[in-house]
């Protein structure tokens, strides 16, 4: 009897696992369940919609209904995954129409993804207040752009913040970003280099308020304005976009353990406490390559790795998946802004005793138009002198130099080897020293002081 | 009394030693001693110069006179070091007028750099023959251009070669290249991945014969024309670019060793066989860091690493030079082009047993305009399953993506690691799937076959 394999969510995660899982077993019945109407788009890309890079919200659609046909994957659309019993190893459904279903698993694979996580704002209810999730959310977002919407108020300065906030200024609205914590993108940065970025937003027109709270979103029915510590700030969209949480409700009423992260505990082969039961992408915990310590960094990368490793792992094969280190970069207008393992806040506060280095230079020949300027930030491990983070701003390639210093981190390199690494060179494409290398003579002269 | 270092050559690695004795040793007499009249300037950039992407030649120097009174340098350009005497540790020197020299030192550095190499081809010392080494190499290029020249041959298509006739063409002159090895770039890339290259030239304009050689250069006092297996093809202008050999004639002299590269021998703090005299950049050998055997790529990028370490060592200070992988970089019309550590060729004939993997992907998001087609190959040593190089052609950010695969060369990174990797993603700037990561899956793919 072939292998009955059950993916509850058709996202990132989930797609890759089904993949994963069919070439592993040809011959397995594989069924994705997801409560969603689009499956397998990119929700990375909403921004960029908004914004008018991309022509439309289903140009995100990255597997076609094809792609399940051509898989030979069983997909249920709109439909809810309602309970899991793991003795009788079944999945009860029930679709938008009503009709309910019990499917029998070998091996199930939770990919039940994330939701926005919104705080208790009064107004938060009102019109015009959306979060930026799904294709529905950010066609709601455009709608209501040309609708005529004229300001739009960001609550949260993260990177799905920031990138909506400089979508919604794109499209010519007045925009103005509220983030409680002290400095933008406070998981990404460290605060001297958020503050480059905090600048670099507010040239280009964005408003920035930090280390304040949204008291109170204004307007009778729909929001008008958003009240931030006695300013009123006019705002016919509110975009709420502080953070995201895994969804566990299904798996917490299966008897699934979740982490100190609140995701789903996973070990390395992506399977929970439960035998047969896998979790995989924004609802499931990894190590932290650097920490060792649990780390839910929720990025579409980790949620394809993730998928994976569950699929073979589902389908009978072997694979281990290896951890994160929460590399990201995104663009803001011009600017290319990464990270990668940790900053020196999340090392100090994990107690990491560190040394850090940071650099400007430039991304071409001195004499080579169209050089940019790019600001690197390395964080050293003081007593292996092993690099343990890495932040980039601005410039060219910054995705494979954080890339680059990912490689290193996870390959244990010390600052004295990155200060020494073999390096490519071309006038029109970099410097003869390369801006890490030159971070990291800064980081040694720091740790010949101490 | 304060150390006297003196320095024979005055570019890259010179330049560089210099500026790293100067702030080990703040007291030192700092002398540069060079034949040329223009020093301290990027000959990479000279093809860009031609091409036009940089308006003049002078733009190239990147160390202005200011530079050495900053670093309260002794700079004597148009001056000949004609003799070394190792036992009195006396440089003798001959200036442009006649006058004679003779200047004490406690330590040497011999950045004597390469020459280029003519093969002994009929005709070569005619009008309108030009290598391309110098300013005034470029500068007598480019008045021929100035001149009326309407075609040129280029013989050789290694780097240098190959951006020169790029530039050429983009001058507007017909435009013919001439390798006489079976592909071209054939250093830096295999066959396949060099086709790819080939084609794309031919695309753009290029005329490409490969596996031939120049028979002669045809014209009376100036050349117009070379002959190639029976054809005489039109030219104006002909550029030999052959590749560069050590300039070793002083230090043959002095009894100084020379390797089988045929550059001067060094150990890791870049020391040659006589004692205070160092060599660094072009003129010196490195140890590969896959083979462990002599190497000399004679690239930029290591002859400012070696003049560090050089310019350390000889001011007192301790340093050490850890290898070279021979990356590098190059853009040909809109094409990036890179390469580190051994391709496939270049591992069978060090009799190293391989396995590789390549792939074609893209740059960004399918739905994200701008995307640009990437090939990523990688050469992974069989028994240990670590990479050992790395080619990519296309794209967008080929230096960095290089500069990955060099740190993790360098880190002795297995193909499995890198196929887990983390990774950054963001759709205007990458795929959540990156190439380098597809491409490791390949080999893969290929090791459980074989």
Redesign the interface.
């Known amino acids: 009897m072939p292998r009955k394999i059950v993916i509850i969510g058709a996202h990132?995660a989930g797609v890759d696992a089904s993949s994963a899982a069919r070439k592993t077993d040809r011959t397995a019945e594989i069924t994705l369940i997801t409560k969603e109407k689009y499956t397998g788009y990119?929700r990375?890309?909403l921004p960029?919609v908004i914004g008018g890079?991309?022509s439309k919200f289903k140009?995100?659609i990255?597997f076609p209904p094809s792609f399940y046909r051509m898989m030979k994957l069983q997909l249920k659309t709109e439909t809810t995954a309602t309970n899991i019993n793991p003795t009788d190893k079944i999945v009860d459904t029930t679709d938008k129409a009503g009709n309910t279903e019990t499917i029998h698993y070998d091996s199930l694979i939770l990919t039940t993804g994330a939701y926005s996580f919104i705080p208790p704002i009064n107004g938060r209810d009102k019109q015009g207040v959306y979060s930026l999730r799904t294709i529905e959310d950010g066609q709601q977002i455009d709608q209501a752009i040309r609708n005529g919407a004229r300001s739009a108020v960001v609550i949260g300065a993260g990177l799905i913040g920031l990138e909506t906030a400089v979508a919604l200024k794109e499209r010519g609205l007045n925009t103005t970003v509220v983030e409680m914590l002290p400095y933008v993108l406070p998981v990404m940065l460290d605060k001297e280099m958020a503050n480059i970025v905090h600048e670099m937003l507010e040239q280009k027109g964005l408003k920035i308020i930090i280390g304040k709270g949204v008291d109170e979103i204004l307007g009778t029915e729909r929001a008008t304005a958003v009240s931030v510590a006695g300013e009123q700030i006019p705002a016919d969209i509110v975009v709420v976009a502080t953070g995201v949480r895994a969804n566990t409700g299904i798996a917490t009423k299966t008897g699934i353990a979740t982490g100190e992260t609140k995701a789903i505990k996973t070990n390395s082969r992506m399977e929970t406490n439960i035998s047969s039961i896998y979790a995989a992408g924004d609802c499931a915990e990894s190590i932290n390559?650097v920490t060792q310590k649990p780390h839910c960094p929720q990025?579409?990368?980790?949620a394809?790795?993730h998928g994976k490793v569950a699929g073979i792992n589902a389908a009978g094969g072997y694979a281990?998946?290896?951890?994160?280190?929460?590399?990201?970069?995104?663009?803001l207008f011009e600017t290319?802004i990464?990270?990668?393992g940790l900053t020196e806040f999340f090392a100090k506060r994990g107690g990491i005793e560190t040394v850090t280095g940071t650099i400007t230079s430039k991304t071409r020949?001195?004499?080579?138009?169209g050089a940019k300027p790019i600001k690197v930030k390395l964080v050293v491990e003081k007593e292996s002198q092993r690099l343990i983070g890495g932040q980039i701003i601005g410039g060219?390639?910054?995705?494979?130099?954080?890339?680059?210093l990912?490689?290193?981190i996870?390959?244990?390199?010390t600052v004295r080897?990155l200060a020494?690494?073999?390096?490519?060179?071309?006038?029109?494409?970099?410097e003869?020293?390369?801006p890490?290398v030159l971070a990291a003579e800064m980081v040694l002269m720091r740790l010949r002081k101490t």
């Not at 990025?299 to 980790?302: D, I």
């Not at 281990?320 to 663009?331: D, K, M, N, R, W």
């Not at 020949?365 to 138009?369: E, R």
């Not at 020494?420 to 970099?430: G, I, N, Q, R, S």
């Open positions: 990132a990119s990375c890309g960029f890079h991309i140009d995100l990255v390559i990025l579409g990368t980790v394809v790795r281990q998946f290896t951890g994160v280190l929460g590399s990201a970069v995104s663009q290319q990464g990270v990668t020949a001195d004499y080579y138009p060219e390639e910054a995705t494979q130099r954080i890339n680059a990912s490689f290193a996870q390959k244990q390199m080897e020494k690494v073999d390096t490519a060179y071309a006038p029109p494409l970099c003869t020293w390369e890490m």
